[in-house]
């Protein structure tokens, strides 16, 4: 599950990318082998997962165990089709359930995922959802819990459903917001339907509502249930929707349209989700459900990063002033409410303000195709911190309070000194694996709490957690409040020979990129299934023979009687 490794689009389900293709142990080895590369060099890694719906229903193993159990059928008897695939599966019934927070446990734990992105999640209700975010929590609270909470039509109750609108049900599970999509560029089911930044009136309130949020839209409680997004592998790329709304855009006009429509989402409260290649004004030319289109569509054109370099290198501003500033990751609603305002919503253009005691910054969005005046924006003592002005209009003269056409601008002033809180102190926790896969340190405020990371990995070696000294005299407590410098140590336990069931489950999970036996010993197969202790065949054998030969003796006797 996931995209396709040389193409980065076209979603696979095959072994097409293994180094041995016909060795399914190679499957499993060299999936451990990437999970840990990638958070060798510091990323997470997100797993899509489609537990909604199968292939096809009556020849699978769910409908072969128990037929008519796991899936959802019609008043008439009909196979339910929300999904649009011709079958739903019944999340709500126990062992569906079980299946699916089982199965996201077992990914979770053998090859430490750092999150799942559900499929329709709509499809699926709202204790499954909320039983799997529960299993997480217990290995790791940070594990991303994601999915597309559309309500689909389905036989199961409105309450039920894990959608946005039940999304106050499900605590700490994040949904796409479709809202800011669509008010941005438009409805993704009409390829010529403008938003905001291509040319559709009224849409600034409905966009300043979701950029603080989306506080009062669907069913969200925090901000942190909310992927803010305008592009994804499903749908038209920005860049093909920008050219279905704007034909007659000129070069300049579509990249600097795209920008201001990229950088919303960065700008935005919640979680920012970016398309791959959204930041070079990726292409599928016009193909908007490319999952079964060949290379020539969803391949990377490598050439773009440098034709669009104006708009890769604004979009690396926006991600370091993301990172650096915490007001554009604000952690609640009341958060929200204190430290934003909005100070424009109309004539194509808006202006929100965020403030704390530190910094204070101004952000207008002007989506008219001429420049803009914006007398509500009070700018007195601020600097242009950033915007996607290209290198034709460098020498171009504005008037104070005024601003490009299809613009982006970031203005920031800092607190004075009298305004200033004081600096929190912060220290470095550093995490010393031992020889184990590489755990980043973290910087934690005084009087705070360091976030547990996700278990390092050793080969040979079970993780036993971390320590204080390198003698692992105390283990360290992850509730404890940081009040000094600290180096943790972690401690690794040797991985125990038992029986040849015991070793073939721990090879599974190995991923040292050699054969799970090499080196080992292979256990001595006898001519019975070993399904108890050697000994056990043995005496079932002798006792075989025994009643035979009675029985023969028996025999025999009566034969010699006739």
């Avoid at 196979?79 to 927070?101: F, H, P, Q």
Wanted: charged share 25%.
């Amino acid at each position: 599950m996931g995209e396709n490794l040389a193409n980065n689009s076209a979603t696979i389900y095959s072994k097409s990318y293994l180094s041995q293709s016909t060795n399914p142990e190679t499957r499993i080895i060299e999936m451990k082998q990437m999970v840990q590369g990638l958070h060798d060099n510091g990323l997470r890694v997100i797993m899509d997962v489609v537990y909604n719906h199968v292939f096809e229903a009556s020849s699978h193993a769910f409908n072969q165990t128990v037929p008519g159990y796991y899936f959802r059928y019609d008043e008439n008897g009909n196979l339910a089709n929300g999904t649009g695939v011709g079958n739903d599966t019944a999340s709500e019934r126990k062992m569906m359930s079980k299946y699916i927070v089982d199965s996201v446990k077992y990914w979770a734990e053998t090859y430490h995922l750092d999150g799942f992105r559900f499929d329709l999640m709509g499809i699926l209700d709202v204790d499954t959802m909320n039983a799997v975010r529960a299993e997480m929590n217990k290995i790791d609270p940070s594990i991303i819990i994601l999915g597309e909470g559309w309500d689909m039509g389905t036989p199961l109750a409105s309450e039920k459903k894990a959608t946005q609108k039940n999304a106050a049900q499900m605590p700490a599970i994040a949904h796409f917001n479709d809202s800011l999509r669509d008010g941005v560029k438009g409805s993704v089911f009409e390829e010529t339907a403008p938003g905001f930044i291509n040319g559709k009136d009224d849409m600034e309130k409905i966009v300043a509502q979701n950029i603080t949020g989306a506080n009062g839209l669907e069913g969200y409680i925090a901000p942190d249930q909310v992927i803010q997004y305008v592009e994804a592998h499903d749908n038209l790329t920005l860049f093909d929707k920008l050219s279905f709304t704007n034909p007659e855009d000129t070069d300049e006009q579509r990249l600097k349209r795209h920008m201001l429509g990229t950088s919303i989402p960065l700008l935005s409260q919640g979680i920012t989700f970016i398309h791959a290649g959204q930041e070079f004004l990726r292409t599928k030319g016009g193909d908007e459900n490319s999952y079964k289109s060949p290379d020539s569509v969803n391949q990377f054109d490598w050439s773009r990063p440098e034709t669009y370099k104006e708009s890769v290198n604004f979009f690396k501003k926006l991600v370091k002033l993301r990172k650096e500033e915490p007001l554009f990751r604000l952690q609640s609603y009341e958060e929200i409410a204190e430290k934003t305002t909005i100070e424009q919503s109309e004539d194509n253009v808006i202006v929100y303000r965020l403030k704390d005691g530190t910094n204070e910054y101004v952000v207008i969005l002007n989506a008219n195709d001429t420049k803009k005046e914006v007398t509500s924006a009070a700018l007195t003592d601020f600097e242009l911190l950033l915007d996607n002005r290209l290198e034709s209009e460098k020498q171009e003269k504005l008037a104070s309070n005024e601003v490009l056409p299809l613009s982006v601008s970031v203005y920031k002033k800092e607190a004075s000194e009298q305004e200033k809180p004081e600096t929190a102190v912060q220290y470095d926790v550093v995490f010393d694996s031992n020889g184990g896969s590489k755990v980043p340190s973290q910087k934690v405020s005084e009087n705070e709490k360091a976030v547990k990371p996700v278990d390092p990995t050793k080969d040979g070696y079970d993780f036993a957690g971390w320590f204080m000294e390198k003698e692992f005299t105390n283990a360290f407590d992850f509730d404890s409040l940081i009040t000094e410098k600290l180096t943790l140590y972690a401690k690794w336990e040797k991985q125990q020979e038992s029986t040849a069931s015991q070793e073939k489950t721990d090879n599974t999970n190995q991923a040292d990129g050699q054969s799970p036996d090499k080196g080992k010993e292979k256990p001595v197969i006898g001519f019975l299934p070993k399904t108890g202790e050697q000994h056990t065949a043995y005496l079932m054998m002798g006792g075989i023979v025994l009643v035979a030969a009675v029985c023969f003796i028996i025999y025999t006797k009566r034969k010699k009687h006739c």
